[in-house]
């Protein structure tokens, strides 16, 4: 097992290796030069130009640039964003956690939802109510995410203002809350971004639970539990869903990327200091390194959601444990 | 004559599908009694396994057992009983055995548990003494080291122990009759006497009925006491065991007793029967098995035989019967031998 | 099924051979659901390439920004207007026009480029495909729309071909994926070498039996890799870095109304439904296809 995991996690280094060698690939062959916005600001200091210089190297022949900004990428360097006049890591340094709470929530909040839904669809199967459920994941499934987060926006926001309409926190009045306040206006903030996220992604979850349950309902160790007299309940509960549960969990890491994106489109409709707010300001402002920097954090997060989900797998199917 | 244990009245079960309704079992009788072993023989597609799981009820659509069909168990029709009694009895009056052990058990959970959860449904035990009763099973059923392969999941065992925890499963709460649908089948030569020496050593010690399925006659004789021959969906010939084999009426269980390959004795080809059995869907009139009888006359065209009696206990589906000279005079199969093995 | 036997098959009519494709069309032309799909898809489609006769207006027209601007759905403008005037149905009318023509062309490119990629892995084999899938994982790790911002800043100002070659060149990963396994399953495949034995050069041989395996996930591929990229392509208009105004596509008219959600409501809704209806119909058809062809 730890070998297996001591596998992958070099894979992923390998993995995360070639995306910085794509950024780069990115960045150079850019029409012009996306740096100039940094270098040629007056306002920019000194030892900021040196540093990006060390990183980037731009005179050097580019192998060298290319060493450079592996070893400088190795050392947490990302560059330095302008439009925020800080580093790079400092900015999403601090709007990760954020998005890091938005995705954990969706994720739970999803798969618990989507795997109630399947349940649901399988024991009614057949019914009005398994049609029209059906019906409701794929239209769900079908929607784009940011179409979704405006509409949820304007309704819950202006329409029938139930929640803020923006931000993690009241701007205002946070401070002054007590610790019981506090959590309760981060909680309404979180609301409904996280309920945009949760609808849209358990759409997926229902449908691939839904499929997985009725793969495994014909097998013959179904037949076997209802031969030892378990009611119908009992065998979609304990054997069917125990074994339909499997491929779900891969499912876990294959839905990071979908995840990600719809996250970064919730952040920004919704004012959410995550990383995909912070990378879609820095589309509007052309701040490039920010943008990379969002690109590569945004890749490692897939990859280790991928190797998370392996090891999951691993550890819940008994075939695979020796 | 005691009461016999279940008793089987005129069960039709059918399949609705697209090419229309297979009648797979049409109209089958028998009973078996306490403590008997009785055998049902037969070709694929006769229809032994769905009489089978009709016992249970574990038919689904598009199958359904027809109304009139009467199983009677213990003071019950087993057709008509709601959901909760017939669960009831699955796994704990009458219980099943299959042919494939490996995919019969739950991948994912340890072999022990899935045999501790019959005790746990029917039993209301917790888990400790479930848990302690299914491994005093496993035991019994010549499981070694049993405590330990307990914890162990299917893939970790071989086919002949998969097969025991299915046989330990089946025997947890001593039912009156365990139906064994062929359970030796999927495994090796030798480690079939093994299942069968210990399916009928069980038997005695627990004093179960068995109801044993299978398409190898060797098996029918090293068990049975009773035989039952299946024949497209209906019953053609039943007698004691040693009767059948010694004197079989019907020619189909000819055909079947020829067909058996003998040690020692030299032969060219396999005897087969010829032709093919016949559709569900489209069973013929008159007798069945008209077209591949080498003593078939207008008669069986004409008239369905019904289940003359032939001797003491022995019963036979065929005109031959009330025509026996007829059994002189053999003549070619009425079907067209393509060069293909029947069966 | 218990009572099945293999002699059925003997006495079954042989079935006469038909083209996969055709087979699986007439399928899917079964169910209800999809044929209501194939319906609306068509008519959506029309839409699309009628646009210069369906429109209203002129989507690019500004007739009067003072007194026409911001209009809510009015029966001259049953989708309101927008804060240069410009009526809004017709813009969503040409945006369906751009929106599937830039989805059905950026497919190509990722097909085109999925299949060649691949074949190539699946047939070099060794360390040549050992580095290819691992370039293949590097790119998968990156969610396709953050590959794209990070490409599309640095290429301001694009025209409409570049962002079709962009979103091609992103979204043939899984596909390739496909094509390798069927490359990698017919290189072992017995009667490659029987094939060989009799003369036939092995290249000759895998493209006659690779096509046939391949046209099934191609075709599923496709559909669903068009409603993929209506979404993406929405999606980066909408930030403001894919079909720039004065053109419409579904995804800047949503933009256009973004400052103002609740005012312009219009400017959302509309283009957001068709959207839906557009990829709901290409799912529904995608899996319809997927469905027919696994039943084999």
């Not at chain 3, 043939?172 to 050069?201: D, M, N, P």
């Not at chain 3, 046939?212 to 409603?227: E, F, K, Q």
Request: charged share 15%; glycine share 8%.
């Amino acid at each position: 097992m730890l070998r297996y995991i001591a596998q992958r996690l070099v894979q992923a280094a390998v993995i995360v290796a070639i995306v910085a060698t794509i950024t780069f690939a990115l960045i150079h062959l850019a029409p012009g030069d996306p740096f100039s916005a940094v270098m040629d600001n007056p306002d920019v200091s000194e030892t900021v130009r040196q540093t990006m210089r060390a990183q980037y190297g731009f005179d050097r022949p580019l192998p060298e640039q290319f060493v450079r900004y592996v070893s400088s990428l190795a050392h947490g360097q990302l560059g330095w964003s302008f439009s925020h006049e800080r580093p790079v890591r400092e900015v999403l340094g601090s709007a990760l956690p954020n998005t890091l709470l938005l995705m954990g929530v969706a994720l739970l909040g999803s798969f618990a939802f989507g795997i109630l839904i399947a349940l649901i669809q399988v024991s009614r199967r057949g019914s009005v109510t398994d049609h029209v459920l059906s019906a409701l994941s794929l239209f769900f499934f079908s929607m784009p995410d940011f179409w979704l987060a405006i509409l949820a926006f304007l309704t819950f926001t202006y329409w029938l203002p139930i929640f803020p309409s923006g931000g993690a926190v009241d701007p205002v009045m946070h401070e002054y809350l007590g610790l019981g306040g506090r959590i309760v206006d981060r909680l309404r903030h979180l609301a409904l971004p996280a309920l945009t996220l949760i609808l849209l992604a358990s759409a997926v979850v229902a449908r691939y639970q839904r499929a997985a349950l009725l793969d495994v309902l014909p097998a013959d160790y179904i037949r076997t539990a209802r031969l030892k007299g378990l009611t119908e309940p009992e065998i979609l509960r304990r054997h069917a869903l125990r074994n339909a549960l499997l491929p779900i969990i891969t499912l876990v890491g294959l839905s990071f990327p979908a995840l990600l994106t719809g996250t970064f489109f919730v952040e920004k409709i919704f004012a959410w200091p995550g990383m995909g707010y912070a990378v879609v300001l820095a589309i509007g402002t052309r701040d490039y390194p920010l943008v990379v920097g969002g690109v590569i954090i945004g890749s490692i997060l897939v990859t280790l959601g991928s190797l998370l989900s392996d090891v999951l797998y691993a550890l819940a199917d008994p075939r695979l444990r020796r | 004559m005691t009461a016999p244990l279940l008793s089987i009245r005129d069960l039709h079960t059918s399949f609705y599908t697209e090419s229309g309704v297979a009648r797979a079992v049409d109209g089958v009788s028998f009973d078996i009694g306490a403590g008997e072993t009785l055998g049902i023989v037969g070709e694929s597609g006769c229809g032994k396994s769905v009489t089978a799981l009709s016992i249970l009820r574990l038919i689904q659509p598009p199958g359904r057992i027809e109304t009139g069909s009467v199983i009677e168990f213990e003071g019950k029709n087993l057709v008509t009983l709601d959901d909760a009694d017939i669960r009831d009895i699955r796994g704990n009056r009458i219980s099943m055995i299959f042919q494939e052990p490996m995919s019969a058990l739950n991948p994912v959970f340890m072999v022990g548990d899935q045999v501790a959860e019959v005790a746990r449904v029917h039993a209301g035990m917790g888990r400790r003494d479930a848990w302690e009763r299914a491994v005093e099973m496993l035991e019994l059923t010549g499981m070694p080291d049993a405590e330990a392969r307990a914890r162990q999941y299917p893939h970790q065992l071989s086919g002949g122990m998969r097969q025991r925890v299915l046989i330990a499963m089946a025997l947890m709460m001593k039912p009156a009759l365990v139906i064994a649908d062929e359970p030796t089948t999927a495994l090796d030569v030798t480690i079939q006497a093994q299942i069968l020496d210990l399916l009928l050593d069980l038997q005695k010690k627990i004093g179960t009925s068995i109801l044993m399925i299978t398409h190898d006659l060797g098996v029918i004789a090293e068990t049975a006491s009773r035989v039952i021959v299946m024949y497209a969906g209906e019953v053609v010939e039943q007698a004691e065991v040693d009767e059948l084999f010694a004197k079989p009426h019907h020619p189909y269980t000819e055909g079947l007793m020829h067909s058996m390959p003998h040690i020692g004795h030299d032969q060219e080809r396999l005897n087969v029967i010829p032709g093919t059995v016949p559709a569900p869907t489209e069973w013929p009139t008159g007798c069945r098995f008209r077209e591949r009888c080498p003593y078939s006359w207008d008669l069986c065209e004409r008239e369905h035989p019904p289940l003359y009696q032939i001797g003491s206990g022995h019963i036979s589906r065929c005109h031959l019967a009330i025509e026996p000279e007829r059994r002189n005079n053999p003549h070619p199969p009425l079907v067209v031998e393509a060069g293909a093995a029947a069966a | 099924m218990p009572w099945q036997t293999q002699d059925f098959a003997a006495s079954a009519p042989t079935p006469v051979r038909e083209s996969p494709l055709a087979l699986a069309v007439r399928r899917i032309l079964r169910k209800p659901s999809s044929r209501v799909a194939f319906f609306v898809l068509g008519v959506i489609v029309l839409v699309g390439l009628l646009a210069p006769l369906l429109a209203p207006y002129n989507p690019s027209a500004q007739p009067d920004i003072v007194r026409l601007k911001d209009l809510p759905p009015s029966l001259a403008h049953p989708f309101g207007t927008d804060q240069y005037s410009r009526d809004v149905l017709s813009r969503v009318i040409y945006g369906a026009r751009l929106s599937l023509m830039i989805g059905v062309l950026a497919t190509i490119v990722s097909l085109t480029l999925g299949v060649a990629y691949g074949a190539i892995a699946g047939y070099a084999g060794g360390i040549l495909d050992a580095v290819m899938m691992r370039v293949l994982d590097a790119f998968l790790s990156i969610p396709r729309l953050l590959l794209l911002i990070g490409a599309l800043v640095a290429w301001p100002r694009l025209s409409i071909g570049a962002l079709v070659v962009f979103l091609g060149l992103t979204g043939w990963f899984g596909l390739s994926r496909i094509v390798r396994g069927q490359v990698l399953a017919l290189k072992h495949a017995e009667f490659v070498t029987a094939a060989q034995a009799l003369g036939a050069s092995r290249r000759r041989i895998l493209w006659r039996h690779l096509l046939p395996n391949i046209v099934s996930p191609i075709v599923v591929a496709a559909t669903l890799g068009v409603a993929h990229v209506i979404v993406l392509e929405a999606g980066l208009s909408y930030l403001g870095i894919g079909v720039q105004p004065p053109l419409a596509s579904w995804g800047n008219i949503i933009n256009d109304g973004a400052d103002q959600p609740a005012a312009l409501w219009w400017m959302s809704l509309f283009p957001g439904l068709f959207m839906v209806l557009t990829v709901m119909t290409l799912n529904i058809l995608g899996e319809a296809l997927r469905d027919a062809y696994e039943r084999r």
